[in-house]
């Protein structure tokens, strides 16, 4: 079974300061997706970045990118230039790419992240 | 678009009752998905639906939930009898072709407690 693992429950970063969040996971697929969800305390879910496996650039979006490591089966997230609005709950998730998987995502166990003014 | 709508929003229930949450997905999405989100278990899948047929319900803890999606446009997950470990916030999500293709929008949730 794959699981998805976020060792850092809860991290603060200062704004305008950059903070990386961890994530790893396990799997013996080939061919996959990561995503960075991002959970504010209006409990909406708001996808923030998606890495598809067989590309070897890392994903960016804006102040956001992705250290994709595959062989290391690692999966971080970078936040530049940190903003209050960027508090919230990080969710790492991994998502087969083959077959007909619609949305089993699976997800890591979320990082609580919080920006200090 | 008024996004994947949910209700209610909070739900509190005594033991035994039976709770149903509704879900109105983005009009044209064909994917449906139930999640639930605790603090011990994190974000689970429960069931998903495509074109209305449920595709895999492998994650749906017991017989005790049952989802149904009569039309395009509505869904509900029931819980009968509920317990208090059910307690949890429930999530719809919704997308249109396969979740490759385009983003999972989720419902801002039912946070549901059973006392």
């Known amino acids: 079974a794959q699981t998805v693992t976020q060792s850092q429950p809860e991290m603060s970063v200062q704004e305008a300061e950059t903070v990386t969040l961890s994530c790893t996971y396990d799997?013996?697929?080939?061919?996959?997706?990561l995503f960075w969800y991002k959970q504010p305390p209006s409990r909406q879910m708001i996808l923030v970045i998606r890495?598809?496996?067989?590309?070897?650039q890392n994903a960016t979006e804006n102040r956001f990118s992705v250290n994709f490591q595959k062989a290391a089966k690692s999966f971080s997230l970078k936040i530049s230039d940190s903003q209050l609005g960027d508090t919230a709950m990080y969710f790492c998730?991994?998502?087969?790419?083959?077959?007909?998987?619609?949305?089993?995502?699976?997800f890591g166990q979320g990082t609580i992240l919080t920006v200090h003014p | 678009d008024a996004g994947v709508i949910q209700s209610p929003r909070h739900e509190v229930t005594e033991m035994g009752q039976e709770v149903t949450l509704r879900c109105k997905p983005i009009?044209?999405?064909?994917?449906l998905f139930w999640y639930r989100q605790t603090m011990m278990r994190g974000l689970e899948l429960l069931i998903y639906f495509n074109n209305n047929v449920p595709i895999d319900d492998s994650g749906m803890p017991e017989d005790r939930f049952s989802a149904k999606m009569p039309n395009a446009s509505f869904s509900t997950l029931k819980i009968q009898p509920s317990e208090p470990r059910d307690s949890a916030v429930y999530f719809c999500a919704s997308s249109f072709r396969r979740i490759l293709d385009s983003p999972l929008h989720f419902g801002n949730g039912t946070r549901l407690t059973v006392t």
């Open positions: 799997t013996s697929e080939n061919n996959y997706y």
């Open positions: 009009s044209g999405h064909n994917s």
């Open positions: 998730a991994w998502l087969n790419a083959g077959g007909t998987s619609y949305g089993k995502l699976t």
């Open positions: 890495q598809e496996a067989y590309k070897q």
